[in-house]
């Protein structure tokens, strides 16, 4: 059942899963908001079950996917298919994106105001970017189609997408000017310590105290700012991260278990 | 796979007895838990929206994996409480999307909350929009959005990465009062350079229950500090047992080590 199928067998499967569905929502959509929200609820917690219980059992040596040496317990099979699963939500949530993007600029370019043209330069980018990427993925695809799809895809996006990301190092240094200017007693040392973890970076930095001799290498300010980093920085960064995953598990148990309350939750 | 060491088999379903047994105990009894001032701010800021007459953006985040995630959910689940104040002064909140599986989740969740105030017709789908799941598109575009709308307040709640550093900074050119939170331990030095309040660490995590006061959510909060107490001790008592009996040459700190481990 969960191995792929090929053929007519194929086609059978995509026609019944559509019907399936199709029935599906039409019977959700009759039921009250009480029952679908103890549906959700059932669902959420059997889907939380399933990985709490592959997680937690004890496991043995065994064959997972192509891994012969790998370690798992019954339901390690199960969970390739089921994170199948995620991708075909995801296609169809796609599909939703879209839809809002289209409806939202489609009225937007007939209101014909000055930001109308941002609208139209939106369709013009998103079906020539569709037209041109599926065209150059054909078998048959011509070399001008397979250059047009190099030109936008690698030339126009991944470029626009390193532009951005190099904007970054003016947003950081404004925003740590801004954080670096001395105003109180935090501020300062904040300050002191963000000069000593740079120079500590540095090789002009590290050269400014080479010359302090090998039984004061505790001055060095290499070794200071590794102790900052090591000593101070880490343990706080790790602190963070248990209170973070131990809220973490709160939420997610009050979401599995159905404690949760608002949106989806209340009755 | 990944699979629970012995330690994690032990420790996580008693921490989650705790925490279930706290959240229990919540709904009979009132629990206390201290002011967030970066929480508290949040009404400030929808005050200074209304006041200039200009829309608020809030955000929530790129997610860790993408999709439906606990992080994202508790960020909409902010996002939802400012809504729902801003819907009782008639300010504008322009809500973009990163993930499209997200989208039809805030859609509801903005349209609820509107409800809830009974303002439902305030709601405008066209400020719930989905704008692309790509990285620095998604920052330049809410970054144009802050821009243009001149935006009066920023919230920027969920997980983020590098894009963080931009669209706070397009706030602050833009005079908003900003407020972030975010679990991405890589990102708070940024927000806390360019925002104007930052939620940290676990606060994330507690933010629903304190703006909502909800009993259940109040119970978690008080839970989770009850288990971090409990690490706490395991640190001490750890950091005891490991330095002690590698002074003595025992192997009791090793065992105790593989204990987490293995």
């Known amino acids: ?267 | 796979m990944e699979h629970a060491t012995t330690g994690a088999r032990i420790l996580i379903p008693l921490w989650s007895v705790i925490i279930v047994a706290v959240i229990l105990f919540a709904r009979k009894k009132d629990l206390f838990i201290r002011r967030i001032q970066g929480l508290s701010a949040i009404d400030e800021a929808v005050g200074r929206a209304t006041e200039t007459g200009r829309p608020m953006i809030c955000t929530t985040g790129l997610g860790i994996d993408g999709g439906v995630e606990i992080v994202t959910l508790q960020a909409l689940s902010i996002v939802s409480y400012i809504i729902r104040t801003s819907a009782r002064f008639a300010t504008r909140a322009i809500v973009p999307v990163f993930d499209p599986q997200m989208l039809a989740i805030t859609e509801e969740a903005v349209r609820e909350s509107y409800a809830q105030e009974g303002r439902p017709e305030q709601y405008n789908s066209d400020d719930v929009r989905f704008l692309t799941n790509r990285q620095f598109a998604y920052a330049a575009s809410v970054a144009g959005i802050i821009a243009r709308e001149k935006a009066a307040a920023t919230f920027l709640f969920g997980y983020y990465y590098a894009e963080a550093l931009i669209m706070a900074e397009n706030g602050h050119q833009v005079g908003a009062i900003q407020i972030a939170g975010t679990p991405a331990t890589t990102q708070i030095p940024f927000f806390i350079a360019a925002c104007d309040y930052v939620i940290i660490g676990d606060e994330y995590y507690a933010a629903s229950a304190y703006l909502s006061r909800e009993p259940t959510q109040l119970g978690s909060i008080v839970g989770q500090d009850i288990v971090k107490g409990f690490i706490l001790i395991l640190a001490l008592v750890g950091s005891a047992i490991v330095s002690v009996s590698a002074f003595a040459g025992s192997a009791t700190g090793t065992l105790f080590t593989q204990f987490f481990t293995k």
């Open chain 1, 1 to 267: 059942m969960l191995e792929p199928v090929k053929g007519g067998l194929w086609y059978a499967y995509v026609l019944g899963s559509l019907i399936l569905v199709a029935a599906l929502l039409a019977v959700l959509s009759l039921l009250p908001r009480r029952a679908k929200r103890y549906i959700v609820m059932t669902v959420t917690l059997l889907g939380g079950l399933f990985y709490a219980l592959e997680f937690f059992l004890p496991t043995h040596p065994m064959m997972v996917g192509d891994d012969p040496n790998a370690d798992g317990n019954f339901l390690t099979p199960f969970i390739v298919p089921m994170a199948n699963v995620l991708p075909a939500i995801s296609a169809c949530a796609v599909g939703l994106g879209v839809i809002n993007l289209f409806q939202l600029h489609g009225k937007r370019a007939l209101k014909r105001n000055a930001d109308s043209i941002n609208s139209i330069a939106f369709f013009v980018s998103c079906i020539g970017m569709a037209a041109v990427w599926i065209a150059s993925k054909q078998p048959q695809a011509s070399p001008l189609s397979k250059a047009l799809g190099k030109i936008l895809f690698e030339g126009a996006l991944q470029n626009l997408d390193a532009t951005m990301f190099s904007i970054i190092a003016f947003y950081i240094t404004s925003a740590a000017y801004r954080a670096f200017r001395v105003r109180s007693m935090e501020a300062t040392l904040l300050l002191a310590t963000a000069i000593i973890v740079m120079l500590g970076q540095i090789t002009i930095g590290q050269l400014l105290t080479a010359w302090i001799p090998p039984r004061y290498d505790f001055l060095h300010v290499e070794v200071i700012r590794n102790w900052i980093l090591t000593k101070i920085n880490a343990p706080a960064t790790r602190a963070i991260a248990i209170g973070l995953g131990i809220g973490s598990l709160a939420v997610g148990l009050r979401i599995w278990l159905g404690l949760e309350r608002g949106s989806y939750f209340d009755e």
